[in-house]
C-alpha cells in the first residue's frame, strides 16, 4: 500500500528526502522547485510512514496527506472569458493542486449559453483522457439542468458545481453536484466559499474512488508509478521537457510529454526487470493534448500476467 | 436629480431565487472593481430565463466636469514658459498628448519623470486632458458587459444623458422583447 503525501521544506538537504522514498521503494511524482522552498509529491509505502516522518521533523519540514496525488483532473469552464475566469475556476484548480492532484483546465470553445451550448468531439476526447472532471457552471438552476448534454458523452465521473442547491436525481449523468458554487466574482475567501471547495476534493476522491474500485475488479498489469520510473531510466530525454511534470500519472495509465512521432517506439521499447517491454502491455499512442504520448497499461486480463 | 450612490437596487429574477442574490454580489464587485459605484444612482435588473434575456435599467449621478491641466498638477510660470508638476501620473500620458497637440513637440520639454515645461506664454490651464463623461461611459459599457451572462450575446444598449438601459439576451432581440423588458422594469420603479 502506497500513500501519497506532499513535502513542503527548504531545498536545503531535500535530496536526503528524495533518496530515503527510493530507498523505501516509494516514488518521487513532482518536484516543484520555488525559489528557496521545495514541494515534493510522493508515493510513500504505508509502514514506512514514520521514517520519512522523522526525517521531514529533522528538516523542519511540513509532511501532508495529499489524497489526490498521482490523478489528473479537468476544470471545464464554459468559455475562457471573463465572465467564468479567474474566479471560481481558478480558485477549484489550484485547490485540486493542493491536494496533490495535477489539474489542467479547459476552456470550452463554445461552452456558453442555454441552447447554443455545445462539446465537439475532440473536447469530448481530450477530457476523456483524465481521471475525473469538474465542471464549473454558473447560478441559474435552469441552466445547469440544461446543460446537461455537455457531459452527458464523458466516460469519466463528473463532478459538477454550481450555484444553487439542486436535486441528485435531476442530473443523472453527473457523478455529484456541488453547489454553492457557482458564478462570483472575487476570489473564494468566506469560510462558506472555502468550505465548498473543501466539497468539491471530498466529491473528487469518492469519484476517483469508484474509478479506482473499476480498476481492482481487472486490475492493471503493471502499476503507472512503476511505469513512470522505468521510462524516466530508459527514455532519459523525458527529464530535459520543459513541462512542470514531464510525466504525468492517471489511474490506468500515465502522459509522457515528449513528441509522439519522435519517441514512441523509444517507450514501446522500454524493457521491465521481468523482461516485458512497456509495448506488450501497454496502449501506446498520440494524446489529444498537443503531441504528447499517451500511456494506457492493459488489464490483467488482456495480457494474462501482472509484472 | 439628487441622489445617493446606489440608493435603490432592485434585482428580479423569477424562479431564481439563488441567482438574484448572487447576481447581486456580482454587481457590487464589478461595479466596485471599476470605481463605478459612487456615480450610479438607481439600479433596476430584471432577468426572465425562459425567455432568456437580460435587462439593466440604470440612473446616472450628476454630471462629472472634464478634467483640465490646472486639475492634474501645479502650473507656475517659469523663464519663458509654464512648468507644470504632475503628482498623480495617471493622467500623465494624457496630458503630454494634449500639450504636444496645442503647443507642438519642439514646444514641450520633461526635464524630470512628473515635471513637464511648456516653451510658451499662451497659459495651458484651460486644456482639457481626459473626458472623464466618456470614459465613465466606457468604464460603464465594459462593466454592464461583464456582468450580463456570457451566453447573453446579443446586447442592446441605450445611453440616455442621465440614465442607461442595456438589453442582453440569447436570441435576436426584437421590439417586443425590448418592449417587454422595459415594462418589467417600468413595474419594478412604480413598485
Not at chain 1, 474566479?87 to 479547459?106: F, Q, T, W
Not at chain 1, 455545445?118 to 435552469?142: M, P, S
Not at chain 2, 461611459?137 to 440616455?160: H, K, Q, S, T
Not at chain 2, 444623458?161 to 420603479?189: R, S, V, Y
Amino acid at each position: 500500500m502506497l500513500d501519497p503525501v506532499m513535502f513542503t521544506g527548504g531545498v536545503y538537504k531535500h535530496d536526503l528526502v528524495t533518496e530515503l522514498i527510493e530507498d523505501l521503494g516509494g516514488y518521487l511524482l513532482q518536484k516543484n522547485v520555488t525559489q528557496s522552498e521545495v514541494i515534493l509529491l510522493m508515493l510513500v509505502p504505508h509502514q514506512d510512514m514514520p521514517v520519512l516522518q522523522a526525517l521531514t521533523k529533522e528538516l523542519k519540514g511540513k509532511l501532508e496527506r495529499a489524497p489526490l496525488a498521482g490523478t489528473e483532473i479537468a476544470v471545464v469552464t464554459p468559455t475562457l472569458a471573463i465572465h467564468h475566469l479567474p474566479h471560481p475556476a481558478c480558485d477549484v484548480a489550484e485547490y485540486l493542486r493542493r491536494n496533490g492532484a495535477k489539474s489542467n483546465m479547459i476552456g470550452m470553445g463554445r461552452g456558453v449559453a442555454r441552447e447554443i451550448a455545445q462539446i465537439d468531439e475532440y473536447e469530448t476526447a481530450l477530457i476523456n483522457e483524465h481521471d475525473a472532471v469538474v465542471f464549473t457552471f454558473g447560478n441559474f438552476a435552469d441552466c445547469i439542468l440544461k446543460k446537461e448534454h455537455l457531459y452527458r458523452t464523458l466516460t469519466i465521473p463528473v463532478i459538477v458545481t454550481g450555484g444553487p442547491e439542486m436535486k441528485k436525481e435531476d442530473l443523472p449523468y453527473a457523478f455529484e453536484y456541488v453547489a454553492n458554487v457557482g458564478r462570483i466574482a472575487h476570489r473564494s475567501r468566506k469560510a462558506t466559499e472555502i468550505g465548498s471547495l473543501d466539497n468539491i476534493i471530498a466529491a473528487v476522491g469518492r469519484a476517483l474512488d469508484s474509478v479506482r474500485a473499476q480498476i481492482s475488479k481487472d486490475p492493471l498489469t503493471t502499476t503507472p508509478p512503476r511505469v513512470m520510473e522505468v521510462v524516466r531510466e530508459q527514455v532519459p530525454d523525458v527529464t530535459a521537457s520543459l513541462s512542470p511534470l514531464p510525466i504525468a500519472l492517471n489511474l490506468n495509465g500515465l502522459r509522457i510529454k515528449l513528441p509522439f512521432e519522435e519517441y514512441h517506439e523509444a517507450v514501446e521499447g522500454v524493457t521491465f526487470d521481468e523482461g516485458v517491454t512497456l509495448g506488450e502491455i501497454a496502449k501506446v499512442m498520440p494524446s489529444r493534448m498537443k503531441s504528447y504520448i499517451l500511456v494506457r497499461i492493459l488489464p490483467t486480463s488482456e495480457t494474462g500476467f501482472v509484472v | 436629480m439628487e441622489m445617493d450612490p446606489l440608493e435603490v437596487f432592485e434585482i428580479q429574477m423569477p424562479g431564481e431565487d439563488y441567482g438574484a442574490d448572487k447576481y447581486r454580489e456580482i454587481i457590487m464587485d464589478i461595479l466596485q472593481d471599476l470605481g463605478l459605484i459612487r456615480s450610479i444612482g438607481r439600479l433596476y435588473v430584471y432577468v426572465n430565463i425562459d425567455t432568456p434575456y437580460f435587462a439593466v435599467l440604470g440612473m446616472i449621478r450628476g454630471k462629472q466636469p472634464p478634467l483640465r491641466v490646472r486639475d492634474v498638477g501645479d502650473l507656475v510660470p517659469t523663464e519663458g514658459g509654464y512648468q507644470i508638476t504632475v503628482e498623480d501620473e495617471e493622467h500623465m500620458a494624457s496630458l503630454i498628448r494634449v500639450l504636444w497637440g496645442a503647443f507642438g513637440r519642439e514646444k514641450v520639454e520633461q526635464p524630470d519623470r512628473n515635471v513637464l515645461v511648456v516653451l510658451s506664454d499662451r497659459s495651458p490651464e484651460e486644456l482639457v486632458v481626459a473626458d472623464l463623461e466618456t470614459e465613465f461611459r466606457r468604464d460603464l459599457m465594459d462593466a454592464l458587459v461583464r456582468i450580463a451572462p456570457e451566453g447573453f450575446r446579443n446586447r442592446r444598449n441605450e445611453m440616455g444623458k442621465d440614465g442607461f438601459f442595456f438589453l442582453a439576451a440569447e436570441e435576436t432581440i426584437t421590439p417586443e422583447l425590448i418592449a417587454e423588458a422595459k415594462e418589467k422594469i417600468g413595474g419594478m420603479q412604480n413598485a
